[in-house]
């Protein structure tokens, strides 16, 4: 079993969900964020003064999979994500030792 964490654009969200939905993946965790990488903020206009926004707003996604969906949930994530500018985010992929339902006590694979 694996996780998938993604960082994407905010706007770039429902096209995500809708791919993966397509695909079979029945569920996932959302999560606002914010944070910075080359693109290193940028600098806003607010009533007449520059400011500097260091930390950009992303979305973080949280998938538990099984192993052989990694590649395909992958690439759907990237060909639904990517608009070709710096800031598209990043994907990791982490081994999951356990997963237990709460409310069923299922574990492992049945639990996700």
Known sequence: MKLITAIIKPFKLDDVREALSEIGIEGLTLSEVKGFG???GHTELYRGAEYQVDFLPKIK??????DELVERVIETIINSANTGK???????????????????GETGSEAI
């Open 86 to 104: 710096i800031g598209d985010g990043k994907i990791f992929v982490t081994n999951i030792e356990e997963i237990i339902r709460i409310r069923t």
């Open 61 to 66: 996604l949280e998938i538990g999979i099984h």
């Open 38 to 40: 080359r693109q290193k």
